[in-house]
């Protein structure tokens, strides 16, 4: 028995230490996996209006201001924002939670008063090394600070819009659809005919990983609730729980890979209705007041620490955007497999509304800031 207890506290010693030396680690890699911003940008003497916050907080410390205008370094590309998206990491830097990320972004204030990353847009100005993109292309992807006129952004980040899309649609493609195809195709390996379960299927990543899921040929069950049963049918999922009237971690059901979103049930729960050989993916899960010190976090430390005890591959992901898999996403929009789909849209001004909304939890697939409304020729 005193050997037992040894050992029992042989690995929980082991947990805490590997705790200890992730937080750190898991609160830069909030950060968005991200190149540090070129900081020896040139004003142009114009300037333009952004959301801006100088304090860490809720919606209502967001400002609309004029801000400068800057030029283009010789590796970069002006783009002239034409929507933005709103995603759960804005409000986690206008927080600034779990306090871990402020290692990195401002330990009282932020660093960076500008907020937003998904957008799409036209290119304005390119640096003298860009080769790739002239002005006057119609673009989307990421950049920092994409809650206002204008942004800069690297060529790593940006691909061409497809003509089909409108930049509102273009907009909530990047971080939501990125995550959602690697989820699937980078950590779950999903294969044709294999059984995968999308908890939080009408969300942002949800909508996008019922359609992806269906390009690779999976059978695919959604869990929502019932106002959202008939979206998430049209999107292409084979079956639809409603979690509001059924438990589907009590089910008979066993699924080869289940892609969370919300976080919100157990993992023994969640490993109850996985295949002794099935992939269980954390992507999300927790509003803005799931905990301001390791929030989100706890859900991946929890997969850490239990998957090398277990046979089932337990895994937790952030999106790294990228060019290639923005460009895999366009194919798939060109070829009608996949279509961003749009709960509400904003102007610029209201941006604090449009945190607000998200922060309820109960949007429907993507929340969009529209920039500026004249049409591009």
């Excluded at 691909?159 to 195809?181: R, S």
């Excluded at 890979?257 to 927790?286: A, W």
């Excluded at 277990?310 to 996949?338: F, H, Y």
Aim: charged residues 20%.
């Amino acid at each position: 028995m005193n050997s037992e207890k040894k050992l029992r506290r042989w690995r929980w010693k082991r947990i805490v230490a590997l705790i200890v030396v992730l937080l750190p680690v898991i609160g830069f890699a909030l950060l968005w996996f991200d190149e540090p911003e070129p900081t020896t940008n040139r004003a142009s003497g114009e300037t333009m209006q952004a959301i801006v916050y100088h304090k860490y907080g809720t919606a209502d410390v967001l400002r609309l201001e004029a801000i400068d205008k800057l030029l283009p370094n010789e590796d970069q590309v002006l783009i002239r924002v034409r929507a933005a998206a709103a995603n759960p990491l804005d409000w986690h830097f206008l927080r600034g939670t779990p306090y871990v990320m402020r290692l990195a972004s401002g330990l009282r204030r932020p660093h960076d008063p500008r907020l937003g990353v998904d957008m799409s847009g036209q290119v304005e100005a390119v640096g003298n090394k860009i080769t790739q993109f002239k002005p006057g292309d119609a673009i989307f992807g990421t950049a920092n600070g994409a809650f206002g006129e204008y942004v800069l952004a690297s060529t790593k980040k940006i691909v061409l819009k497809p003509a089909g899309l409108t930049f509102e649609q273009a907009a909530a493609v990047p971080v939501a659809a990125i995550t959602a195809l690697q989820a699937l195709r980078d950590s779950g390996k999903v294969q044709p005919g294999q059984k995968v379960l999308i908890n939080g299927a009408s969300g942002g990543v949800g909508t996008f990983a019922v359609q992806i899921a269906k390009s690779f040929g999976a059978i695919v069950t959604g869990v929502c609730s019932t106002r959202n049963l008939d979206l998430v049918r049209s999107l292409g999922a084979d079956h639809v729980i409603d979690y509001t009237q059924v438990d589907f971690t009590e089910g008979e059901e066993r699924y080869d890979l289940i892609i969370d979103n919300v976080g919100n049930r157990s993992l023994s729960d969640y490993r109850r209705v996985l295949k002794p050989e099935g992939t269980y993916v954390l992507i999300g899960g927790g509003g803005p007041d799931a905990g301001n010190w390791v929030g989100p976090i706890a859900g991946f430390l929890k997969v850490l620490v239990t998957s090398p005890f277990v046979d089932q591959n337990l895994v937790g992901i952030m999106a790294n955007v990228n060019q290639d898999d923005l460009l895999a996403l366009s194919a798939l929009m060109e070829a009608g497999k996949v279509k961003p789909v749009i709960d509400r849209t904003y102007p610029l001004s209201e941006v604090p509304d449009a945190i607000r909304y998200l922060e309820e939890g109960h949007a429907r697939a993507k929340v969009i800031i529209t920039v500026q409304d004249e049409a591009i020729p």
